[in-house]
């Protein structure tokens, strides 16, 4: 079965609002872990990565957090805005970053709803 | 604009009939990949392809073929479609280099057994 998945399916916010995606993995080999934003009728969209010997990465309103020990990883976004209205999926990398290419395993997703 | 091109974007396929998804890729990632996404079941991997040449199989490749003759094309078959076949089909590729943009998906190719 999947070796990641996710605690919440669904989460709605208010606009400005910061939101939460949490994820939870249970590979511990894996050492890259990439969030993935999906809109409506389109592909998954790389949003942040974060390698296991990180604890924490941010991006543009967007933060990472990862925690090995309890084997959970977790998107904050900033300031919630409509257009964050998307499904948000975790995948983890089984293979080292830089070397050989290795395949992405994907949680079930969350859907993030962020209401005016 | 560079990327992955995905076609047909939707089909409706009788039972029993063959069908090719196509995916091309103008970014000369070396590893390409297909991917079905099912509600609740998130994508998973059907087969994928480090490099011209080789192809692998993923976590779910019953009923599917692929080559990869070259760089830039990683066609996906269905030799025979069945209804449980029906799901939204994602091509994706990766730079062999790390980059840390991961994978870059195609938009999708929606397909219905019927």
């Known amino acids: 079965g999947e070796s990641v998945g996710l605690h919440l399916p669904t989460l709605s916010v208010q606009e400005g609002d910061n939101s939460i995606i949490n994820c939870a993995y249970s590979n511990s080999a894996s050492d890259y872990f990439i969030w993935y934003k999906q809109e409506s009728g389109k592909g998954p969209q790389f949003i942040i990565d974060i390698r296991s010997n990180m604890d924490k990465r941010q991006g543009q309103r967007v933060t990472v957090l990862l925690n090995k020990t309890v084997k959970h990883l977790s998107l904050q976004i900033a300031a919630t805005q409509p257009g964050d209205s998307a499904v948000y999926f975790c995948?983890?990398?089984?293979?080292?970053?830089?070397?050989?290419?290795?395949?992405?395993?994907f949680g079930k997703g969350t859907k993030l709803s962020v209401k005016p | 604009t560079a990327g992955i091109t995905q076609a047909p974007t939707s089909q409706i396929l009788a039972a029993g009939r063959s069908m090719t998804l196509r995916c091309t890729q103008d970014m000369r990632h070396n590893a390409m990949y297909w991917y079905r996404q099912d509600l609740g079941l998130g994508l998973r991997l059907i087969h994928y392809?480090?490099?011209?040449?080789?192809?692998g199989k993923g976590e779910v490749p019953d009923g599917y073929s692929v080559s990869r003759a070259n760089t830039d094309d990683f066609p996906l078959t269905l030799a025979s479609a069945v209804p449980s076949q029906t799901s939204v089909y994602f091509c994706?590729?990766?730079?062999?280099?790390?980059?840390?943009?991961?994978?870059?998906f195609g938009s999708g190719t929606r397909l219905t057994v019927v």
């Open positions: 392809s480090n490099t011209a040449g080789t192809t």
């Open positions: 995948a983890e990398n089984k293979v080292p970053y830089g070397g050989s290419q290795g395949n992405l395993i």
């Open positions: 994706a590729s990766s730079d062999s280099k790390g980059r840390v943009e991961g994978y870059t």
